[in-house]
């Protein structure tokens, strides 16, 4: 038996003792492989498969429960080649996880890094790992010489994060600058702080970094840079579309971490809007992995983040739940374990902001939380309802579902508006409820239609309900600069 099917027997050792009181061990175990068409498509997630053991060894009625479609075959064929000791405890019920990641290269310049690592996650969950090269670019990558860290960190030295329309940098004096469009603040941060930061980028994973990362073909996604001068040597990397190594990424946030960045972008948490929600992907006081893992609706990290002694009650800054991020995400896999779990659908963020709320951001009025008792005309400190922030994206099926769970559409905020109110604003291009990166944009500028053919199908459901129009919204126009003032 070869050491990588060694290490998996282990593994499943384990996984499976997580399920029955004694250890269940394939005998022997067939090569697992990536499925070469998934990482082609860049396809990842979770599979679950089910199967009987037989009183010869092996298994039988193997089947996956969920999964994607390129991943199950592989995860089932696997099962299916088992075998096991012969033994008398045969015939139960028994269910594998199988993880199938894709992780950038560690940066090794080996575009040939093609094969499969399997190891034990902390829930037991088998772990597939490919490095993916599949289209990665990377271009001016470091001599060896360059790969080399600095000796020491020294006055002068900095680092600098870019994102989009946003700069945060760091000095080794402690001195931060935020910058945003045409918005530019500078704080402090103690010396020693700002060095430990720094100190952090002294390391071999960063100097090996080449100077940029981009996935071929890629037509939209994220970008970030980073520059940075240690020991009076100036580095620079930009990655597009997540390319680049997993370290990039860590050290990024680590700079975020530090300064808060979280607060110069959202301002003090416990004021922040519950519609900031879908945008927080930045470390924050009090948000923990489980929160993050809800966020993103990673599964395995969400059930790491529990072993690890997570809490499903923690709150964040700005009060937020592990539930409210979960909500937000629009997975609901991971908001129907914390539901069945017995938290609280009704707790409160600083704001009064509930789970429904952060549910109805994103557009959707989510039945989980409605069937789990959720308080459908829950109000926050300014008297905004779930259905208020739902109407905003204008879908009228989702509205059709807040409305059968009892939203009340007569209902006015503490400045007199109702949901056809906010309805009106969000199809004239200014939504009552500003975020700061939108995602409802506008459609033309001289007429109401932002939200197309379904403003008139809210529209009448609103009306059918009692909603009033209680003011006037103009269509929005953009300020013209004349260029010859």
């Given at each position: 038996?070869?050491?990588?099917?060694?290490?998996?027997?282990?593994?499943?050792?384990?996984?499976?003792?997580?399920?029955?009181?004694?250890?269940?061990?394939?005998?022997?175990?067939?090569?697992?492989?990536?499925?070469?068409?998934?990482?082609?498509?860049?396809?990842?997630?979770?599979?679950?498969?089910?199967?009987?053991?037989?009183?010869?060894?092996?298994?039988?009625?193997?089947?996956?429960?969920?999964?994607?479609?390129?991943?199950?075959?592989?995860?089932?064929?696997?099962?299916?080649?088992?075998?096991?000791?012969?033994?008398?405890?045969?015939?139960?019920?028994?269910?594998?996880?199988?993880?199938?990641?894709?992780?950038?290269?560690?940066?090794?310049?080996?575009?040939?890094?093609?094969?499969?690592?399997?190891?034990?996650?902390?829930?037991?969950?088998?772990?597939?790992?490919?490095?993916?090269?599949?289209?990665?670019?990377?271009?001016?990558?470091?001599?060896?010489?360059?790969?080399?860290?600095?000796?020491?960190?020294?006055a002068g030295d900095?680092?600098?994060?870019?994102?989009?329309?946003?700069?945060?940098?760091?000095?080794?004096?402690?001195?931060?600058?935020w910058k945003q469009?045409?918005?530019?603040?500078?704080?402090?941060?103690?010396?020693?702080?700002?060095?430990?930061?720094?100190?952090?980028?002294?390391?071999?994973?960063?100097?090996?970094?080449?100077?940029?990362?981009?996935?071929?073909?890629?037509?939209?996604?994220?970008?970030?840079?980073?520059?940075?001068?240690?020991?009076?040597?100036?580095?620079?990397?930009?990655?597009?579309?997540?390319?680049?190594?997993?370290?990039?990424?860590?050290?990024?946030?680590?700079?975020?971490?530090?300064?808060?960045?979280?607060?110069?972008?959202?301002?003090?948490?416990?004021?922040?809007?519950?519609?900031?929600?879908?945008?927080?992907?930045?470390?924050?006081?009090?948000?923990?992995?489980?929160?993050?893992?809800?966020?993103?609706?990673?599964?395995?990290?969400?059930?790491?983040?529990?072993?690890?002694?997570?809490?499903?009650?923690?709150?964040?800054?700005?009060?937020?739940?592990?539930?409210?991020?979960?909500?937000?995400?629009?997975?609901?896999?991971?908001?129907?374990?914390?539901?069945?779990?017995?938290?609280?659908?009704?707790?409160?963020?600083?704001?009064?902001?509930?789970?429904?709320?952060?549910?109805?951001?994103?557009g959707m009025a989510?039945?989980?939380?409605?069937?789990?008792?959720?308080?459908?005309?829950?109000?926050?400190?300014?008297?905004?309802?779930?259905?208020?922030?739902?109407?905003?994206?204008?879908?009228?099926?989702?509205?059709?579902?807040?409305?059968?769970?009892?939203?009340?559409?007569?209902?006015?905020?503490?400045?007199?508006?109702?949901?056809?109110?906010?309805?009106?604003?969000?199809?004239?291009?200014?939504?009552?409820?500003?975020?700061?990166?939108?995602?409802?944009?506008?459609?033309?500028?001289?007429?109401?239609?932002?939200?197309?053919?379904?403003?008139?199908?809210?529209?009448?459901?609103?009306?059918?309900?009692?909603?009033?129009?209680?003011?006037?919204?103009?269509?929005?126009?953009?300020?013209?600069?004349?260029?010859?003032?």
């Amino acid at each position: 038996m070869s050491a990588q099917l060694r290490v998996l027997a282990a593994l499943l050792t384990l996984a499976f003792s997580a399920c029955h009181a004694q250890t269940v061990v394939p005998a022997s175990i067939p090569e697992l492989r990536y499925p070469p068409l998934a990482r082609a498509a860049r396809v990842q997630g979770d599979v679950v498969v089910s199967f009987r053991r037989t009183p010869d060894g092996g298994t039988a009625e193997v089947a996956p429960i969920s999964g994607h479609p390129l991943l199950e075959a592989t995860a089932v064929e696997n099962v299916k080649s088992w075998r096991f000791q012969q033994t008398t405890d045969f015939g139960l019920s028994n269910k594998v996880i199988f993880r199938f990641r894709l992780n950038p290269p560690d940066d090794g310049y080996d575009d040939g890094q093609v094969g499969t690592k399997v190891e034990l996650d902390r829930t037991n969950g088998v772990q597939v790992i490919s490095i993916l090269t599949t289209g990665l670019e990377r271009s001016h990558c470091p001599t060896a010489a360059g790969r080399v860290p600095p000796a020491a960190v020294i006055a002068g030295d900095f680092v600098e994060v870019g994102r989009w329309n946003e700069i945060v940098s760091v000095g080794a004096d402690g001195w931060v600058v935020w910058k945003q469009g045409d918005i530019s603040q500078g704080g402090q941060i103690l010396p020693t702080e700002a060095k430990s930061l720094l100190e952090r980028f002294r390391v071999p994973g960063v100097w090996a970094l080449c100077g940029r990362y981009d996935q071929a073909g890629l037509l939209d996604g994220g970008s970030s840079s980073l520059k940075l001068r240690i020991g009076g040597i100036e580095k620079s990397v930009v990655e597009y579309g997540d390319a680049a190594p997993a370290i990039f990424g860590e050290i990024e946030l680590a700079v975020d971490a530090s300064i808060d960045t979280h607060q110069w972008r959202h301002g003090e948490p416990k004021t922040e809007s519950i519609a900031e929600i879908t945008f927080e992907d930045l470390p924050k006081p009090g948000k923990t992995k489980l929160m993050d893992a809800a966020h993103s609706g990673d599964q395995a990290a969400f059930h790491a983040a529990l072993a690890a002694g997570d809490k499903l009650t923690a709150v964040d800054a700005s009060g937020w739940t592990p539930l409210m991020y979960a909500a937000s995400s629009r997975r609901d896999s991971i908001l129907r374990e914390i539901v069945k779990a017995g938290v609280d659908v009704n707790a409160r963020s600083k704001r009064g902001e509930t789970a429904l709320m952060a549910s109805a951001v994103t557009g959707m009025a989510d039945e989980n939380l409605l069937n789990a008792g959720a308080d459908v005309n829950a109000v926050n400190d300014v008297g905004m309802t779930a259905l208020m922030l739902l109407v905003q994206r204008g879908d009228p099926e989702e509205i059709k579902t807040l409305l059968r769970g009892g939203a009340d559409a007569r209902k006015k905020d503490s400045a007199g508006r109702t949901a056809l109110d906010y309805l009106h604003a969000a199809n004239c291009g200014s939504p009552l409820v500003q975020e700061k990166d939108p995602q409802l944009m506008t459609h033309g500028y001289m007429t109401c239609n932002a939200l197309g053919d379904d403003y008139q199908k809210s529209k009448r459901l609103l009306i059918n309900a009692g909603a009033k129009q209680t003011r006037s919204f103009a269509p929005y126009a953009p300020k013209l600069i004349d260029p010859n003032p």
